[in-house]
């Protein structure tokens, strides 16, 4: 099947971008209705890919995209979000709860005023939050304007209108009260002219992992979510807090596959037996590693991934390549790979499609 | 862009609260003198930074459909006053050109320059907290 072929309205999808050093999952929630996680933009491109994706589909993206997730603030899961969010008119905006903060809000806000040195998250955030703003002063509907807050167990999306051929509904899995908390306690600690990598920090701590019901099937998605030693924190908390009864038999892999945003209970307490599963690297931080590939291996045999980093080096002209031959170089950012989950509501196993490079993991 | 700062021309306001603003850096093909001729710049942000070396994502502004880079640099490339800003998350420019030296003849050069944060000043801080003040009702 072409990459451009539409879904039947009530077929389920679940797609996974990567290009290397980002992520973008879009999802088909039935009757023509669509999610967004995260947005990343393909090199030499000024659009989002979910929004080249879902138009090449035909999909009206103004009425047909109706929630857009953002994670967390990370530059590789964030790029492209403000136009998404601009463009799809008719969708909500979601976030981690921890982002409601005073003191993020004076970080934006501080960017946006002073537009020089911030990651690319933080610009983004500026660029979203403005947005959001403009739509209040255009006395656009309070739907349209507020965030819907992610939080441990908090429901952001629900669809069981007659009419539709499955119900369907997201739920935050993440993050906990109790890191909630303590990010406030971090972020007050910020001093404003911190460098990046501090403000960094807490981040994947409060990145929104989502649980996603379609239908007869469920879907994990793991965001950049870390193990951590502490009680109710990290993975382990969200296994803890888990009310679910149901399994995901789809998951997106945690932490670009890193070891530390991997453990047992994910895999025993989370995921069916076996389940597909789609990783997205992070070449700069080699994620993931050889190791970490043969260990999700033995997690599951259905393991796909976004991208390999084969890219070559570009040829520049003799002067600035002779400069070239003493600096040790490495392509991190490629086209983006592209996995797709499709299915029926009554089929056990999804069609699998694999565009740009992504491939099975044997 | 904010007040007091104009492309390429460092600007120092506000004396009397005490607050400095220092602009960016000017481009790099004009931060020597015109006798550099840019071959191939670069727009890098540092991803990991050790003693002697650090890693950093270079973007390709001479040519943009390039791939993003990561490239390890040597600190000793970075001018001396530079490298305390020289941690993960901060950006600087890199050029790859020919310069003429005074004697005429002509050298190959490697340049990197960073980015100087901007310090806030009082009337930019006052602006910034107005401004969350304002994103915080979209939260209500």
């Known amino acids: ?362 | 862009m904010d007040e007091g700062t104009a492309q390429g021309q460092p600007v120092r306001e506000n004396r009397r609260g005490g607050d400095e603003f220092v602009a960016p850096v000017p481009s790099p093909t004009s931060t020597r003198s015109n006798a550099l001729k840019s071959y191939q710049f670069w727009i890098g942000t540092v991803t990991r930074a050790f003693q002697d070396r650090f890693y950093a994502i270079v973007v390709d502004q001479t040519e943009p459909n390039n791939p993003d880079e990561e490239a390890e640099f040597e600190l000793e490339e970075v001018p001396e006053g530079d490298r305390p800003l020289v941690k993960t998350g901060s950006t600087f420019y890199w050029v790859i050109g020919m310069e003429r030296t005074p004697a005429g003849s002509q050298k190959r050069v490697s340049m990197i320059q960073f980015r100087h944060s901007p310090k806030m000043t009082e009337s930019l801080t006052r602006k910034a907290e107005e401004l969350a003040s304002s994103f915080a009702t979209i939260f209500d």
Request: hydrophobic share 35%; glycine share 6%.
């Open chain 1, 1 to 362: 099947m072409t990459v451009t072929a539409r879904p039947d309205p009530n077929e389920i999808e679940v797609s996974v971008f990567g290009p290397g050093r980002g992520e973008c999952i879009v999802i088909h929630l039935g009757n023509n209705e669509w999610c967004v996680v995260d947005s990343c933009i393909a090199k030499g491109n000024s659009r989002p890919i979910a929004l080249q994706y879902l138009e090449g589909l035909g999909i009206d993206t103004i009425d047909g995209v109706k929630l857009i997730v953002a994670t967390h603030w990370h530059d590789d899961h964030i790029r492209g979000l403000a136009k998404l969010l601009e463009e799809c008119t008719s969708a909500q905006f979601s976030c981690s709860i921890a982002l409601k903060s005073d003191q993020f809000q004076l970080m934006v806000a501080e960017e946006a005023s002073l537009p020089l040195n911030a990651s690319s998250g933080v610009k983004e955030f500026a660029a979203i939050f403005s947005l959001l703003l403009d739509r209040q002063r255009a006395n656009m509907p309070k739907s349209h304007i507020s965030p819907v807050l992610a939080g441990v167990n908090r429901r952001i999306l629900h669809r069981t209108a007659p009419g539709r051929s499955f119900h369907a509904s997201i739920m935050a899995l993440s993050p906990s009260d109790g890191l909630f908390r303590r990010t406030l306690v971090n972020m007050q600690d910020w001093p404003s002219d911190d460098s990046q990598a501090s403000r960094d920090q807490p981040q994947n701590e409060t990145s929104v992992v989502l649980w996603i019901e379609l239908g007869n099937r469920c879907v994990l998605l793991g965001a950049d979510l870390e193990t951590k030693p502490h009680a109710g924190a990290g993975w382990l908390g969200v296994v803890e807090s888990f009310q679910g009864d149901r399994r995901a038999r789809f998951y997106k892999v945690a932490h670009h596959g890193s070891p530390n945003g991997d453990c047992d209970a994910i895999w025993t307490k989370l995921l069916e037996d076996e389940p597909f599963a789609a990783v997205t690297p992070y070449n700069s931080s080699d994620l993931p590693a050889p190791d970490d590939l043969t260990r999700l291996k033995s997690r599951t045999p259905n393991l796909y991934i976004t991208a390999r980093p084969t890219g070559r080096l570009p040829k520049r002209s003799p002067i600035v390549e002779k400069e070239l031959r003493r600096v040790n170089r490495r392509i991190v950012d490629l086209k983006p790979g592209h996995i797709r989950w499709r299915w029926k509501l009554n089929s056990y196993s999804p069609t699998v499609e694999l565009f740009e490079g992504a491939e099975k993991v044997n």
